[in-house]
């Protein structure tokens, strides 16, 4: 028998991330703050997700706001604003997570989470985010 800790499935995994994150931005406290609070195995996904928001928030954020039509960040619904961080954040860095992937758990997560409007929403933001940020060329 293993003595490894149990490995969430990534949904799991970014389930556990956006409730970090939602926490960070509901209580005003920095997501590093948060997620030195909670005992998260550093090894899961979902630390992962968090420590990269937290590390590139400030373009995460501006990628956000460029593509939202007619929506400052800094207005929308908490939640959706973490669910669009931490997908933006995968389409940025994590590039062996299919778009079709990070798009679909983010509106299966707004669906669950937030408003009925809501997942239209996400969808619209991270298929622009993810054409601009994994653009390829077709040239080649």
Same mark, same amino acid.
Request: proline content about 4%; cysteine-free; overall charge negative.
């Given at each position: =028998? $293993?003595?490894?800790?149990?490995?969430?499935?990534?949904?799991?995994?970014?389930?556990?991330?956006?409730?970090?994150?939602?926490?960070?931005? +509901?209580? *005003?406290?920095?997501?590093?703050?948060?997620?030195?609070?909670?005992?998260?195995?550093?090894?899961?996904? $979902?630390?992962?997700?968090?420590? *990269?928001?937290?590390? =590139?928030?400030?373009?995460?954020?501006?990628?956000?706001?460029?593509?939202?039509?007619?929506?400052?960040?800094?207005? +929308?619904?908490?939640?959706?604003?973490?669910?669009?961080? =931490?997908?933006?954040?995968?389409?940025?860095?994590?590039?062996?997570?299919?778009?079709?992937?990070?798009?679909?758990?983010?509106?299966?997560?707004?669906?669950?989470? $937030?408003?009925?409007?809501?997942?239209?929403?996400?969808? *619209?933001?991270?298929?622009?985010? *993810?054409?601009?940020?994994?653009?390829?060329?077709? $040239?080649?």
């Amino acid at each position: =028998m $293993s003595n490894s800790p149990l490995q969430l499935s990534r949904r799991e995994d970014r389930e556990a991330a956006l409730a970090l994150l939602y926490e960070a931005d +509901m209580t *005003g406290d920095s997501i590093e703050s948060v997620l030195e609070r909670h005992a998260v195995d550093p090894h899961e996904y $979902s630390t992962v997700i968090v420590a *990269g928001v937290a590390a =590139m928030l400030t373009q995460i954020d501006a990628a956000i706001d460029q593509v939202a039509e007619d929506w400052a960040i800094d207005r +929308m619904p908490g939640i959706d604003r973490s669910i669009l961080r =931490m997908s933006t954040y995968e389409l940025f860095a994590e590039p062996d997570v299919p778009v079709t992937a990070v798009v679909s758990e983010a509106v299966a997560l707004a669906n669950q989470y $937030s408003t009925e409007k809501s997942a239209p929403f996400v969808n *619209g933001v991270l298929v622009t985010l *993810g054409d601009i940020l994994r653009r390829t060329d077709e $040239s080649e």
